[in-house]
């Protein structure tokens, strides 16, 4: 059985940086794709990044492309999501979810079957 705990969670002023962790552990087929999701208030889940564990390669969502970055350290089954640049519509509450790959990885959240509880990111001056 999957399971995936995200931390890094914060408060920050428009222009700052996060850095969100999500740890992995079970079967690794179940995990074979990495995703982070965020959700605002009144808003569907929403793609932020796509990591395919084998082979590295992302996936980002156009709202956050060129200021978020997707990424593993595969020694501690830890996938990363370093978020620059952080703007007040980034708020949210963020996802990191696990998937099995398919033809390749999922980019809705139908694909995942496994979740965290999700961790609050606040982005205001």
């Known amino acids: 059985q999957v399971q995936v705990m995200e931390s890094g969670g914060d408060s920050v002023q428009p222009g700052g940086s996060l850095t969100l962790s999500c740890a992995a552990s079970?079967?690794?087929?179940?995990?074979?794709?990495m995703g982070w999701f965020r959700q605002a208030p009144g808003k569907e889940r929403e793609m932020v990044a796509i990591?395919?564990?084998?082979?590295?390669?992302?996936t980002v969502g156009a709202p956050v492309k060129g200021r978020f970055t997707i990424s593993q350290d595969v020694s501690k089954n830890t996938t990363y999501l370093q978020m620059n640049n952080l703007l007040p519509e980034d708020t949210g509450i963020y996802y990191c979810?696990?998937?099995?790959?398919?033809?390749?990885?999922?980019?809705?959240?139908?694909?995942?079957?496994?979740w965290g509880q999700g961790i609050q990111v606040s982005v205001s001056s």
């Open positions: 079970g079967d690794s087929t179940g995990r074979a794709c």
């Open positions: 990591l395919s564990v084998a082979g590295g390669s992302t």
């Open positions: 979810a696990a998937g099995r790959k398919r033809i390749g990885c999922g980019l809705i959240p139908v694909y995942y079957d496994t």
